[in-house]
Every structure is written in structure tokens, then in C-alpha cells.
């Protein structure tokens, strides 16, 4: 074989690679979770999503996104020790994505579904039920060991979460800290004020808005 074809070769592998490499890199499982999402699959985001979100069947990501609930039960899981992150921006919507051990998954996306199985993800659907008014199914969001009234909240407490979640929205799938059970995301424009998170069987649960 001469140098000439040996080179060609060579340079013919890398391209494989890096082709390999991109159909399967960040922009394209975002792309792939954006499709997915639109086409209401819950299979495919369930096959694309981080492993400490997704259960062994799709049935909450079926019930978030087809039928338009708000999910909150089923049992979570642990998922793999992260490796990277990545952000990806397409339009509007923001996707933020990890390397595991098995390729890149989707950990948060502001194209939804919501759902509470990771503490960026809680985030986003609590920042989505104060946009519909949705205070009862926020009051979910809340550790099992915090006792919150029946009784409905005063309009200047609900005032204020509205303003929480404007300050909120500009931190949409914005990595938290997390540590072992527990998770915070600091934020303001002095970034004094923390939005501190409670894992809970794989369920993340808002301990702190501030």
C-alpha cells in the first residue's frame, strides 16, 4: 500500500469519526428530544432522557405530555455518575444535556414535558404551574414532611411566587449544586437568594423559593 493511499485511508477514518461523533453529540439529541417532544412520543423522550429521571416505562412522560397532566408519581431511580454537560439553544427553548457512560442525555428542556424526576426539571414545572395558575398541583412540590393548609394562599403570597417565577425564568435549565440528596441553584442579580431542592425517592421537592 502506497503513502498515498495509507494518508487517504487514514483521513477517511477520522471523517467517520467525527460524522459518528456528531450525529450522536449534543446538537443532535437535541434536535432528536425536540422532534420527539412534538411528535408526543413519550417512548423516544423516555429512551432520551437522562437514567435518574426515567423509570422502567414511560407511562408519566405519556401522562405530562399526551394527555396534558401534571405527574408526579412512579418510582425514580438513581441514573449514572455524570461525565460532562452540555447547553444547546434551538429558537427559544433551551436544552441542557450530560455524558454518561452510555452517551449524552437529556437532563432538562424548556420544550418540556414537566415533570419533577431532576431539580432543573422541578424548576421548570413549578415555574410552569404558577404560569397557568395552577397553585394546587404546586402545592405538590412541597417535602412530605412540610405540613402546607388546605385553606387557599393569600393573593400576596401568590403575587409573590408570581415574581419569584419572573426572576426564575431567566435561570430555565440552569445546572443546581447538587450534593448527595439535596440540590441549590443560587440566582438574583446579586445571587444572594437560593432556590434550595429535596430528593425524595427520585422525586425532587422545593424546600426553599428564596
Known amino acids: 500500500m502506497t503513502g498515498f493511499c495509507r494518508l487517504f485511508i487514514g ?3 477520522l471523517l467517520v469519526l467525527v460524522l459518528c461523533g456528531c450525529a450522536t453529540g449534543p ?3 437535541a434536535q432528536k428530544y425536540n422532534q420527539a417532544v412534538r411528535s408526543g412520543d413519550a417512548h423516544a423522550i423516555c ?3 437522562e437514567d435518574s429521571q426515567c423509570s ?3 407511562s408519566f412522560i405519556d401522562n405530562a405530555l399526551v394527555r396534558k397532566q401534571v405527574n408526579l408519581t412512579g418510582e425514580g431511580r438513581r441514573g449514572q455518575e455524570t461525565h460532562a454537560s452540555a447547553t444547546v439553544s434551538i429558537g427559544n427553548n433551551q436544552y441542557l444535556m450530560v455524558e454518561q457512560s452510555n452517551g449524552w442525555r437529556m437532563q432538562c428542556s424548556t420544550i418540556g414535558p414537566y415533570h419533577d ?3 432543573e426539571a422541578t424548576l421548570l414545572l ?3 404551574l404558577i404560569e397557568t395558575n395552577n397553585f394546587t398541583a404546586l402545592r405538590r412540590l412541597a417535602p412530605q414532611n412540610l405540613e402546607i393548609a388546605d385553606a387557599p394562599w393569600p393573593e400576596s403570597f ?4 408570581i415574581d419569584w417565577a419572573g426572576a426564575l425564568s431567566a435561570h430555565a435549565c440552569q445546572p443546581f449544586r447538587i450534593d448527595r440528596n439535596h440540590a441549590e441553584l443560587t440566582y438574583g442579580e446579586d445571587g444572594r437568594q437560593t432556590v434550595k431542592m429535596l430528593n425524595e425517592n427520585g422525586h425532587w421537592r422545593i424546600e426553599e423559593l428564596w
Open 27 to 29: 446538537s443532535a439529541l
Open 56 to 58: 422502567t416505562d414511560s
Open 117 to 119: 424526576r431532576s431539580p
Open 11 to 13: 483521513c477517511l477514518v
Open 158 to 161: 401568590t403575587e409573590s411566587l
Open 47 to 49: 429512551a432520551l432522557l
Open 126 to 128: 413549578a415555574l410552569h
